[in-house]
């Protein structure tokens, strides 16, 4: 059993960089593949970054390649999400999950979420 918590989202001008953190308590968190996931209003969630247990592989989205890092600490339970040159478009809900051994960009695969934190990027 896992349990996810977010924090770190805010209200950010265009431009701006954000770190979002996930707090992870439960045992064996380096055996968690990590995600982060993002739900604007009215569309469906979408998958942003994902890393495997160990860091060693990461996984992004087309849409923030090159301005997004996904990262961890696993002796601190933690997962972060550091956003640069943020954009209208990633105003959202961001959710951080996890999943039992690798990493996946597939949202039903993860068995653990948080409660999400909210960005939002004005003009």
């Known amino acids: 059993q896992v349990k996810l918590a977010e924090s770190g989202g805010g209200l950010v001008q265009a431009g701006d960089s954000l770190r979002l953190s996930c707090a992870a308590s439960?045992?064996?968190?380096?055996?968690?593949?990590m995600g982060w996931f993002r739900q604007a209003p009215g569309k469906e969630r979408e998958f942003v970054a994902a890393i495997t247990g160990t860091g060693g592989s990461t996984n992004y989205a087309d849409f923030v390649k090159g301005r997004f890092t996904i990262s961890r600490d696993n002796a601190k339970n933690m997962a972060y999400l550091q956003m640069n040159s943020l954009k209208l478009e990633d105003t959202a809900v961001y959710y951080c999950?996890?999943?039992?051994?690798?990493?996946?960009?597939?949202?039903?695969?993860?068995?653990?979420w948080g409660q999400g934190t909210q960005v939002t990027v004005s003009s």
């Open positions: 999950a996890a999943v039992l051994w690798r990493a996946t960009m597939t949202e039903k695969e993860y068995a653990y």
């Open positions: 439960g045992r064996s968190f380096s055996r968690y593949g």
